[in-house]
């Protein structure tokens, strides 16, 4: 009979004060579990969509708003650039696809994204953000390919028409552009990414509708607006190309260029790593408290106790036998609560995954064994460990006349 | 086999035990009787290491276990002695062969392949053999006892110290278990140091000491 099978046996003695200590040591190893898994699922999508497109070209200003604008459809655009500067960077021998976007309206708070029809057809990595689910493409101006989101918020079928209103967000006072309807010819299935969140139409389409508007409003010719779009997204030859590429446009030209994954990256470290940071901070809490409890637990266990201790000690058993037996229950219920709080975490991202994926999309991957995780669970370990010591000390010094005459 | 010379324990303010001269030869079965508090039982803890005297020889098998240390102790008591306590003492998470192996476990002197042969046959011999798998809550008092009998007999020891064995046991259980516990040490020749306060229970055994007067109260 080891001593991992006495350590056992006593914790099996005590269930409910053993159970109700695995739980709350679980409770903390879950919340890190889901934490780590979730911040390295958020960090691998944000990241995957920077990678997208190598440079986001668009009217000087701040590189990250244009990056939010224009690859997140998060923020305000910079401004608008002539279109001109994207056709010649189109012909740049460094870059292999460029796609101009042009935006200034919205529906339903959704905003109207012109663009060109080959960007439809554009993939990157394992993910088709552009596929569809029923439909087609656009393919003459004012018909609408709409996101899963989109479709879902504002009720939009195929078929449907609506008209956009002037600015990116959903206001009563904007101005609609009532003589240009819409019809939506396509639906894009739900990918997890900012498309879910567009409405992707001909860059015509919204030459159009702001030619005729301001154009009459302003006494402009209307051409002038239709020469102008708010950004080109540039895939290069290779991601080696970004700097030089970047520098080159901002040397060159009246536009500003940015790097997508270089702006995110900052993002992520200045605001979603704080976040993060509280997040398992909390977790690491919460598996403190949960030592603590497992110190009261066996402190509380080894004072009932004191007297199978002695008998043990009179039967033969040594010190460090009785010292080693009261950490190995240590190392059980921290070594149990490891495991069940694997097991919630998993749930937890599962059903985290069931919901996300059908609300926007986001796929929570399962709790997988990553060197951070271990490195957490090697951590929670050893807190269990360290909280054992003094019930183990206390065991120790267990005087065995004295505890074997108290009755 | 055991001895005391001159051993002096302090055990409160002006409260001392004092055992001029002890001997029980190997094999004897010895009460060591007198009335609560007399110091009987501080004798025991003495000669089984679990006390130590102030001063003093605690010889046992030619050794003087006074000077003996605490590692040396546990190994003494683990290899030499078997305990018969009056609450029983058994471990309340393990079955009936468990406290039985248990014993062996920590003395570490049997081969481990022997603990659980070894165990049963000694349940068997104190009647428990269809108790092996029960804990001890579910057990009489009587059983209870047979099973720390069994457990201080499992390890072959050369010296069984029982403390008011027969304390917590109605009579006619208290008669089984002496006779039991009598028999067994005759059949394996160990010797048997007894605590007991009952007269009655200290006649059963061939030979008595009187422990009156070991503890000595200092008059102000």
């Keep these: 009979m080891s001593l991992w099978h006495i350590a056992w046996s006593y914790l099996w003695n005590r269930k409910l004060t053993t159970a109700l200590t695995v739980v709350s040591v679980a409770l903390g190893v879950s919340l890190i579990s889901a934490v780590l898994t979730l911040r390295d699922e958020t960090q691998r999508r944000f990241e995957e969509e920077g990678q997208a497109f190598d440079i986001v070209v668009g009217a000087k200003g701040n590189p990250l708003q244009l990056v939010l604008s224009t690859v997140y459809f998060l923020d305000a655009p910079t401004g608008n650039m002539d279109f001109e500067i994207f056709e010649t960077l189109k012909g740049h021998e460094d870059v292999v696809a460029a796609f101009p976007i042009g935006m200034g309206d919205s529906y339903g708070g959704y905003r109207i994204i012109g663009t060109t029809r080959d960007l439809m057809d554009f993939s990157y990595g394992e993910r088709a953000p552009y596929a569809l689910a029923s439909g087609r493409y656009f393919e003459a101006p004012f018909e609408a390919v709409v996101g899963a989101n989109v479709a879902q918020d504002t009720g939009l079928k195929m078929g449907d028409t609506f008209v956009g209103t002037h600015g990116l967000v959903n206001s009563a006072s904007a101005e609609v552009h009532d003589d240009f309807p819409y019809t939506v010819v396509g639906i894009l299935e739900r990918s997890g990414s900012p498309n879910d969140r567009g409405i992707f139409c001909d860059l015509q389409s919204v030459w159009n509708a702001h030619d005729h508007g301001h154009g009459e409003e302003h006494g402009e010719e209307g051409h002038h607006h239709g020469e102008e779009i708010t950004a080109a997204l540039i895939k290069l030859a290779s991601p080696a190309l970004r700097a030089e590429f970047k520098d080159g446009v901002n040397r060159t030209s009246n536009a500003m260029a940015a790097v997508p994954i270089w702006e995110i990256q900052k993002l992520y470290e200045q605001l979603l790593g704080t976040a993060k940071l509280v997040l398992l901070a909390i977790g690491y809490l919460v598996v403190a408290i949960s030592a603590l409890s497992i110190l009261i637990g066996l402190y509380m266990a080894i004072l009932q106790r004191k007297r199978d201790l002695a008998i043990m000690r009179a039967l033969g058993a040594t010190r460090g036998e009785i010292f080693g037996a009261v950490i190995i229950e240590a190392f059980w219920v921290s070594l149990l609560g490891i495991v069940l709080g694997w097991f919630l975490g998993a749930s937890v991202c599962a059903a985290l995954n069931s919901y996300l994926v059908a609300q926007i999309g986001f796929h929570v991957p399962p709790v997988r064994l990553s060197a951070d995780l271990v490195a957490a669970y090697s951590a929670v370990l050893l807190m269990g460990l360290l909280a054992g010591i003094l019930p183990a000390w206390q065991a120790y010094r267990t005087n065995v006349a004295r505890d074997l005459a108290e009755l | ?220």
Aim: glycine share 8%; proline share 5%; with cysteine.
């Design chain 2, 1 to 220: 086999m055991v001895e005391l010379d001159k051993v002096k324990r302090k055990l409160g303010p002006g409260v001392t035990f004092f055992c001029n001269h002890f001997h029980a030869a190997a094999g004897s079965r010895m009460a060591l009787w007198g009335p609560s508090g007399c110091g009987k039982s501080t004798m025991l803890n003495l000669i089984s290491g679990l006390l130590r005297p102030d001063s003093g020889v605690i010889r046992i098998d030619g050794k003087e276990i006074q000077k003996v240390s605490e590692s040396g102790l546990d190994a003494y008591r683990a290899e030499r002695m078997g305990f018969v306590f009056q609450t029983f003492n058994l471990l309340a998470p393990f079955t009936v062969l468990q406290n039985v192996i248990l014993g062996m476990r920590f003395a570490d002197v049997i081969p481990e392949k022997e603990w659980k042969p070894r165990s049963l046959a000694m349940l068997e011999r104190v009647g428990l053999a269809h108790r092996l798998k029960s804990k001890p809550g579910t057990l009489s008092v009587g059983e209870r006892q047979r099973v720390a009998i069994a457990r201080a007999l499992a390890n072959n020891p050369k010296l069984i110290v029982a403390d008011e064995p027969t304390g917590s046991l109605d009579p006619k259980t208290a008669d089984a278990v002496m006779t039991l516990l009598l028999e067994l040490c005759e059949q394996e020749q160990v010797t048997l140091l007894l605590v007991t306060h009952d007269k009655g229970i200290a006649d059963r055994l061939p030979e008595t000491f009187d422990c009156s007067g070991l503890v000595e109260e200092a008059t102000s």
